[in-house]
């Protein structure tokens, strides 16, 4: 199958699918199209790959009708109004069914529905029982009634096209939103003369606890950030409005506790790429910030303990084996000096074992 009449049939598709609002209109368009031409038929058409769908009618019973028998079926190759005087003598329709029987077709006038991108959809047409032919005033107002048929078509067309692209674009707010409502770090979309343009909850309430102040779209973020942290805050945000992002950690003192932050800016930028502004994210890293130094205490611990055993152990123990070996030599006589040095080795290692004890309990 050709690509042109692929896109051909991918439109009638579309507007086969199409929720129609104007079917009065069309109603009456097809109507007006019977009394001006003085036929007591008139249809709206659409010509799919195999069947005619008839949109709109006057006089006819059928919805559908097979398109290889259909008249509107040559329409839509050509570009202007079609017609038949008498379709008994015309070649083409002489032994068709719709001549031959049933509706007992004779005259045939029809007018291609053509959309602004050139597809051919169907026609409006208008059908007699008797032989007649179509002034060039009444072709001219079929060819006028058959723009106006598509462009409430097209109208609904684009008029759906709105409503899926808001209902898209509401669904991705909607998730967009969710998303930064349930996010427990603080969002800040800043504008290029450093006002708020978008927060979320977290850090409404931040602010309203930390500064008391109610957080306010259009607001100088600089009227609630911690005192000490304000110049250097301008100098990342001008960085990342130049594309460059930021992160970086810092501990912020505020009354009655601190709070060690990770922050992130971060080029803002629409559809085309140009920066509008900085998104500002901070989360509160303090539990992190604080297991890591515990982490970091222990390991200090267990490497002081480590020292301890490679060397103060050493000593004392040193000493109390070298007296126990003389003991096992034989016969031996304690000296009190050497009770005295034993006594001393051994609580220099209850001493150490002590030691070892309270850094564990420390750090625990």
Same mark, same amino acid.
């Given at each position: ?12 598709? +579309? ?38 769908? /008839? ?11 097979? #398109? ?36 007992? /077709? +004779? ?21 007699? =029982? ?29 008029? =759906? ?12 707010? /909607? ?32 602010? =309203?606890?930390?500064?008391?102040? +109610? ?59 140009? /920066? ?21 205490? =222990? ?36 000296? #009190? ?28």
């Amino acid at each position: 199958m050709p690509l042109k009449e692929l896109e051909r049939l991918a439109a009638v598709n +579309r507007f086969l699918k199409l929720e129609i609002s104007k079917e009065k209109e069309l109603q009456e368009i097809v109507e007006l199209a019977a009394q001006i031409c003085g036929t007591p038929t008139a249809l709206i058409t659409l010509i799919d790959q195999d069947t005619q769908h /008839i949109k709109f009618k006057v006089g006819f019973d059928p919805d559908k009708t097979s #398109r290889k028998e259909a008249f509107c079926s040559h329409v839509i190759k050509q570009q202007d109004v079609m017609v038949v005087a008498d379709a008994r003598e015309d070649e083409r329709f002489a032994f068709n069914p719709l001549v031959t029987g049933g509706p007992k /077709i +004779r005259f045939y006038a029809g007018a291609p529905l053509t959309t602004g991108d050139g597809q051919h959809l169907g026609s409006l047409c208008v059908i007699d =029982q008797q032989p007649r032919a179509l002034s060039p005033t009444q072709q001219q107002m079929l060819r006028a009634l058959a723009k106006q048929v598509i462009q409430l078509l097209e109208f609904d067309t684009s008029l =759906q096209i709105l409503k899926q692209q808001y209902v898209a674009a509401r669904e991705s707010e /909607i998730k967009l939103r969710s998303f930064f409502e349930s996010e427990s770090s603080c969002h800040l979309l800043i504008g290029r003369e450093l006002e708020a343009l978008a927060f979320n909850k977290a850090l409404a309430d931040f602010v =309203q606890t930390i500064f008391g102040v +109610r957080i306010a779209t259009g607001m100088k973020v600089t009227d609630y950030i911690n005192g000490g942290y304000v110049k250097e805050f301008i100098k990342n945000y001008k960085l990342a409005f130049l594309g460059q992002p930021v992160k970086l950690k810092r501990k912020l003192e505020y009354p009655g506790r601190a709070i060690w932050w990770y922050f992130s800016f971060d080029p803002a930028r629409n559809q085309d790429g140009e /920066i509008i502004g900085v998104s500002y994210n901070a989360t509160d890293v303090t539990q992190l910030v604080q297991q890591e130094e515990k982490v970091l205490a =222990q390991n200090r611990s267990l490497e002081e303990i480590a020292w301890i055993q490679s060397h103060e152990l050493r000593r004392p123990v040193a000493s109390i084996m070298g007296v126990m070996n003389v003991i096992k030599e034989g016969a031996y006589q304690a000296e #009190r000096e050497d009770l005295e040095m034993l006594e001393k080795a051994v609580l220099e290692l209850d001493e150490r074992i002590k030691q070892m004890a309270r850094i564990s309990e420390n750090n625990a």
